[in-house]
């Protein structure tokens, strides 16, 4: 069966400070892969997605970047943490046209 | 503008008192409608999926519709176990899923 795991699971960070969050899924091959950020009273905000090694699609201008080195791994990058970078990030997978299953979310404070 | 509105943003039901949950979208061309299930400081766990009118899903106490611009999430006696956030996304063009913000839902004893 298939599981994804995203860790940490909480992180505090310093404005200002880099940010590297993972994720990698076990269980299936070449899928689409997903970051989403959840802030507090809206609703989840597509960061970037991937459908392949290097395949990287950008859906809101901002200081983050995402990575796929490999197949089933999935990189949320920045440089310098600003404070609106404050939230709850979520990888996710799934095939083409299908559901999306979702990793256990990593709550980020920027302080 | 939203292109998928949930309502309403909270619901607060008695164990055993029916109700449903909306969701409307406003881009046409629907691939398909999903509803997740999201409790607090967790990942959305998926209940279902649409794809066209007059499709319906159940499973347990919940039943999805779909109609051409909305759906609509039927919880029937619920428990206090149901409380959570009921998420809805909708899929018209490319690989991603557009949500909405959520009804947040508590069933009391």
């Known amino acids: 069966s298939q599981t994804i795991h995203q860790w940490p699971a909480t992180l505090v960070q310093p404005v200002g400070s880099p940010l590297s969050l993972e994720c990698t899924v076990e269980?299936?091959?070449?899928?689409?892969l997903y970051w989403y950020r959840q802030a507090a009273g809206r609703g989840l905000q597509l960061l970037f997605y991937s459908v392949g090694i290097g395949q990287i699609s950008s859906e809101v201008p901002q200081n983050l970047s995402a990575s796929r080195p490999q197949d089933r791994q999935f990189i949320l990058s920045s440089k310098k943490l600003l404070l609106s970078d404050s939230g709850f990030y979520l990888c996710?997978?799934?095939?083409?046209?299908?559901?999306?299953?979702f990793g256990s979310g990593t709550q980020l404070s920027v302080l | 503008e939203d292109q998928v509105t949930q309502s309403p943003e909270a619901l607060r039901l008695q164990e055993g008192e029916s109700s449903s949950l909306n969701c409307s979208y406003t881009?046409?061309?629907?691939?398909?409608l999903f509803w997740y299930r999201q409790d607090p400081g967790k990942g959305p766990e998926f209940l279902f999926t649409l794809y066209s009118a007059g499709e319906e899903k159940e499973k347990e106490r919940l039943k999805a519709t779909l109609t051409k611009k909305e759906s609509f999430l039927h919880i029937t006696a619920p428990k206090p176990e149901d409380s959570a956030t009921y998420l809805c996304a909708v899929q018209f063009s490319g690989y991603a899923l557009n949500f909405g913000k959520g009804t947040s839902l508590l069933v009391t004893p």
């Open positions: 269980g299936t091959s070449n899928p689409n």
């Open positions: 996710a997978w799934g095939a083409t046209n299908e559901k999306l299953f």
């Open positions: 881009v046409s061309g629907l691939r398909g």
